[in-house]
């Protein structure tokens, strides 16, 4: 604890001295799991690198002190070693404890624990005049609350407490195979109101083709024949394990039960690091494109071989290199469970993108920079007379909890296709985010945002959201808008001007020089968002 209190001393001390130069800052990780194009200017930096411990345990009251820089790997095989978990666990290992809080983490666990920062009881935060404070539900609500998915726009996150549960070695998880869109949705509605789940999420393979996972911690594994493992290079990436087994149930389905029109589920036993970080190698199916990219043969062999290559810390290192982040659809959107339907069969019609991942997530219960439901006037009033209808309050949608619990939040994730035309990138990236926001739906922040700032606003509270940055004396750092923006007329211009910039553009975009690039920085640097 002594080398905890002195890093947040020295940062007390650093932001104190940009706060009287009223000069902005921004909030160094080492690392980020973010598709926007990020680089820190060195003389500009708070540097929260090195806050990465576990300071303490407590299992008499299940709760961990954590500084925020601990990613999700270490935090869970720490805590896991004590015989706890944290209820809400990000399937990538590198997305960090703050930054699971400062930006939105919802994952299989979700429906019933939420976003990850519910999972929080307090946080230590250097406001941005250099005085640091415990912020909680009890003390500094409006802070600890609006600190949640504001992208460390209101002060420094220095260290976390985290609610933890009973842990348990294996996670039990039963493939549900869907036909459709409407019955995977009416399956996810099934399991969410099982009380014996802990965990939900589901694939869709096509319109027509789809698994719904559900996951329960379980202590025996000694009547299972075989134990499904997923971390090893050995090991197959989890989606294509996934899609092969309902394959093969499809064929056994078809050879014994013909005359059955559904495929019955199936089971297996995994423990529980590899169940939580199922997703890690190939990025959930994102790494795919990289052997169509290099005309590589896309089998077990070549995913053995590239396995180092293959985990989402250096997958998100290469795709910053690259650049390749700014010509591919990658969002993940969050919209009413009871609009999700009409949303995929308008992405199937637009773009035939799949797999999609679905996941569904318990709401905030207080205003966040989180998504909620948000009321669309002509989708409520055909809803008024429906027993799942949800309310929200009149500023922003967020839930009015004195009347109806909202109901359960959507999450899909959109990867792909590659669109090598800026201006199509953009065209195709505002067209989704606008059927989202029809739908009363959010994007999560981690991607690229094509909002107008009138349009940003729109959607968030920025009356709510200047408030809190006046009384915690934010105002002189970035707003989460100018965080997330993405200004493609900008970059454009800049080419424009310079013929030198141009001839680089033109160069970029020829096979495959942003790949090697790419590859080339994963294998011979380790540090890429600070600026040369």
Aim: net charge neutral; proline share 6%.
């Amino acid at each position: 604890m002594n080398a905890h209190k002195l890093a947040v001393a020295t940062i007390s001390s650093d932001v104190t001295r940009f706060h009287n130069r009223k000069q902005p800052f921004r909030i160094y990780h080492g690392c980020t799991n973010s598709t926007r194009k990020v680089t820190f200017d060195r003389d500009k930096l708070i540097d929260t690198s090195g806050l990465s411990s576990v300071l303490c345990i407590d299992k008499a009251r299940k709760v961990a002190m954590v500084e925020p820089n601990v990613p999700m790997g270490k935090l869970a095989t720490t805590i896991l070693a004590h015989g706890l978990l944290p209820p809400v666990v990000t399937e990538f290992p590198g997305i960090t404890v703050g930054g699971a809080f400062s930006g939105t983490a919802g994952e299989s666990a979700s429906f019933k624990f939420g976003f990850f920062d519910s999972t929080v009881n307090w946080i230590e935060i250097v406001l941005a005049n250099g005085k640091v404070v415990i912020a909680s539900p009890t003390q500094c609500s409006d802070l600890f609350y609006g600190a949640a998915g504001s992208l460390g726009t209101l002060g420094v996150l220095t260290a976390l407490e985290i609610q933890l549960i009973d842990a348990k070695p294996f996670a039990k998880l039963t493939y549900l195979p869907v036909k459709g869109i409407e019955d995977a949705m009416q399956q996810i509605r099934a399991t969410t109101e099982d009380p014996s789940n802990d965990y939900i999420d589901a694939i869709m393979f096509s319109k027509n083709s789809g698994v719904v996972l559900a996951g329960r911690l379980i202590d025996d594994a000694s009547k299972c024949e075989t134990i499904q493992r997923f971390t090893g290079p050995q090991d197959p990436w989890f989606y294509l394990h996934a899609e092969q087994l309902l394959a093969k149930e499809a064929d056994r389905h078809s050879a014994e039960k013909p005359f059955m029109s559904k495929i019955s589920p199936y089971s297996e036993v995994i423990p529980i690091i590899d169940y939580l970080f199922r997703y890690d190698r190939g990025a959930f199916w994102a790494a795919k494109p990289v052997f169509t990219y290099f005309n590589v043969p896309f089998n077990n062999f070549t995913r053995r071989l590239t396995d180092p290559f293959m985990h989402t810390k250096t997958l998100y290192h290469g795709l910053h290199e690259n650049g390749m982040a700014k010509d591919n659809i990658i969002q993940d959107l969050a919209l009413p469970a009871s609009r999700a339907q009409g949303f995929m069969e308008w992405l199937d019609a637009e773009y035939n993108i799949y797999p999609l991942w679905l996941c569904p997530i318990r709401q905030s219960e207080h205003k966040t920079f989180n998504p909620v439901t948000q009321p669309n006037t002509a989708l409520v009033e055909n809803e008024k007379h429906s027993a799942r209808h949800f309310c929200t309050s009149p500023s922003h949608g967020i839930p009015n909890q004195a009347t109806i619990p909202p109901e359960l939040l959507l999450s899909i994730g959109v990867w792909g296709p590659r669109l090598p035309d800026p201006s199509a990138f953009v065209a195709e990236n505002r067209k989704v985010e606008r059927k989202v926001r029809s739908l009363g739906g959010f994007k999560w922040l981690y991607a690229h945002c094509h909002y107008t700032e009138a349009e940003f606003w729109d959607i968030y509270d920025e009356k709510w959201y200047t408030a809190l940055r006046a009384k915690y004396h934010a105002t002189y750092l970035p707003t989460v808008f100018e965080k997330v923006k993405y200004d493609w007329g900008a970059e454009e211009r800049a080419i424009k001007g310079s013929w030198l910039r141009w001839l680089f553009s033109w160069l970029w975009w020829i096979w495959p020089m942003p790949g090697i690039y790419g590859v080339l920085c994963v294998l011979l640097q380790s540090e890429y968002l600070l600026t040369k």
